[in-house]
């Protein structure tokens, strides 16, 4: 048996059978990758290599950004700063119809700019905006539909974890990818504003009008978003800059953070060791999807599949942006059965070679990449983000909220293929930041 | 038996946590020294080497607890519409394939703990040993392999009603 078939029984066979029996995603990319390379090479080899690589993964210092980023959206998370910025956004735009919907897209932006975690944001927002929605009477396909896709521009704007893993994978520059994703993410909440803006139109017992403020209240209540804004330019500034790197970034980031819960009295030794275990969690997994990935792709690299699969798409006599429609549909398709970062993990070892060898800008495609893998989080049946929702407001019906998102999907699909379009929307802050 | 491993298993995860975050706080504390330091001073010498190590302790403690409270990613969406007794065999099945990967990996980085412990290996900025650490890597996936050992267990030995 050649070593090409052997990849691909590894992958369709092993693999498959591993996620249908339940096994952990990194684990099974682990196990698969070692057994593989056992069979490729010899058992001494696959031992060794797996061996080094947990240690050389676990012990990376790039990895170490992982943590620090998502201990920070924790920190926000447990420190009620999103109830303060969805109060800032309730001000200037409840008034509208649909104005709570859309202040809750405003907060997720700029709750974003801080976070970086698709179910961080949808949980956080979910917890403070469903409430009022509901009490303002909000249609529940309104409001669930907000909030679960409201969450995915967490992964969208930097800092983003999904960024993070896809720089470290493909050994490109983080900064560039952050900078990459600021446009794209303040087009995904545009579009947003505007499926919202529709929907009430069509039906207006959608989105009722909540009260209005007065303008000196409007400008007031701009002081909550003070912390959040300075804690995005301490990061990406710092960054930009060449102050810090990535880890140096979260770091700062999580003692201005913490500084600045603790000045306005709002820090809770609870709410910070909650934190600190929900980030030891989510990064203990991340962790290990990115080990696994790395054992798996190694396995893929001595069958030499990645290279073979490049090869054959690459000669198709076909467009690029056909293929590339070719692989969003594999990404949409697998976000439906699997969790959409574990999906992406796997599939980065084969397709982004094959984004290069197609001639992708490697920093647009890895945009487009995040931007497919977030819509996975909204997509039945395994969208994480649908869950998270369920669990704040068991009363609406599953099939409600996935009814709702589907609304958004729409807008999610024209946002990446107005970036497909126009990849200036990905490009022009990372060339502006280094011609 | 089976409860007393299932209460050591707990409880050891549950230690290795708490050190983890202990170390995930060095690292903060650790990188903001350096970069105050080096603005006004000079900067803390071997911070990138340290913070790998510390990472590597995070991680690696944290393995067991987050399979205890099922925080690894799966596909489950199959194995939810399982009868209890097939789900109970995959379980098996899972537990005792990981137990064995994760048997293999303690091993391996144990053994590779012990070379750079024998051969005097020091890192390359601080000059320090660094196989305390690589131990700790071990024991952490030493502690998840147990894990998945008494997770076995309970699949084959568990009356359903307790499980």
């Known amino acids: ?435 | 038996m089976l409860k007393l491993l299932d209460r050591f298993s707990n409880l050891l995860n549950r230690v290795l946590v708490w050190i983890g975050g202990v170390f995930l706080c060095l690292m903060i504390l650790l990188t903001c020294a350096n970069i105050f330091l080096r603005t006004v001073w000079f900067p803390i010498r071997g911070t990138f080497e340290l913070m790998g190590y510390f990472g590597a302790v995070v991680t690696a403690f944290a393995l067991g607890y987050t399979q205890l409270s099922k925080g690894h990613i799966a596909v489950d969406i199959v194995v939810m519409r399982f009868p209890k007794g097939l789900k109970r065999v995959t379980d098996a099945i899972n537990s005792i394939l990981l137990f064995i990967f994760f048997s293999f990996a303690t091993y391996q980085i144990a053994r590779f703990a012990t070379n750079l412990k024998d051969t005097g290996e020091v890192s390359e900025t601080l000059r320090i040993i660094y196989y305390p650490f690589s131990y700790a890597t071990a024991f952490g996936c030493g502690a998840l392999a147990f894990v998945f050992f008494v997770e076995l267990l309970k699949s084959i030995f568990q009356k359903e009603n307790a499980r």
């Not at chain 1, 701009?222 to 979260?250: D, H, S, W």
């Open chain 1, 1 to 435: 048996m050649s070593a090409t078939v052997v990849g691909i029984l590894g992958i369709l066979i092993l693999l498959l059978i591993l996620f249908l029996l339940g096994m952990p995603v990194g684990f099974a990319m682990g196990l698969v990758g070692f057994c593989g390379f056992w069979y490729v090479t010899s058992f001494k080899a696959a031992i060794t290599m797996v061996g080094a690589d947990i240690w050389s993964t676990f012990s990376s210092y790039g990895l170490t950004v992982i943590p620090l980023f998502v201990l920070l959206g924790y920190i926000a998370f447990y420190s009620g700063l999103a109830e303060r910025l969805y109060e800032a956004a309730y001000k200037w735009f409840g008034h509208w119809r649909g104005g709570l919907a859309i202040a809750t897209i405003g907060a997720d932006e700029l709750f974003a700019a801080i976070c970086g975690s698709n179910t961080a944001t949808a949980a956080t927002m979910g917890a403070v905006a469903l409430p009022q929605m509901i009490k303002y009477n909000y249609d529940n396909r309104l409001s669930s539909g907000t909030i679960v896709t409201g969450g995915t521009i967490g992964t969208v704007m930097p800092p983003s974890v999904v960024m993070i893993i896809i720089g470290l994978q493909t050994e490109q520059s983080i900064i560039k990818l952050f900078l990459g994703g600021i446009l794209p993410g303040i087009l995904m909440g545009f579009l947003f504003v505007i499926t919202i803006v529709l929907m009430c139109r069509i039906n207006p017992s959608f989105g009722p009008a909540g009260p209005k403020f007065s303008f000196k209240e409007k400008i007031r209540s701009l002081t909550n978003v003070i912390e959040a804004v300075c804690i995005f330019v301490l990061i990406i500034g710092g960054l930009y800059k060449g102050i810090f790197t990535p880890t140096e970034a979260g770091a700062a980031g999580v003692f201005f953070a913490l500084i600045a819960t603790i000045v306005t009295g709002r820090f809770t030794w609870n709410g910070f060791l909650k934190g600190i275990m929900d980030t030891l969690k989510i990064s203990s997994m991340v962790f290990f999807l990115v080990t696994g990935a790395i054992i798996f792709g190694r396995f893929l690299a001595v069958t030499r599949l990645p290279f073979h699969v490049a090869e054959f798409v690459a000669s198709l006599p076909v467009h690029p942006y056909i293929i590339l429609s070719g692989i969003l549909f594999i990404y949409l398709i697998g976000g439906c059965f699997m969790d959409a970062l574990g999906f992406l993990v796997l599939t980065i070892p084969i397709f982004f070679p094959l984004g290069m060898r197609l001639g992708f800008d490697p920093l647009w495609y890895s945009v487009i990449l995040t931007m497919i893998t977030t819509v996975g989080a909204i997509t039945p049946p395994v969208g994480v983000n649908i869950y998270v929702v369920k669990a704040l407001a068991p009363e609406i019906e599953l099939s409600t909220i996935f009814k709702s998102a589907s609304f958004f999907l729409i807008a999610c699909i024209v946002a990446i293929l107005i970036i497909i379009l126009v990849p200036d929307i990905v490009l022009l802050i990372p060339k502006m930041a280094y011609k």
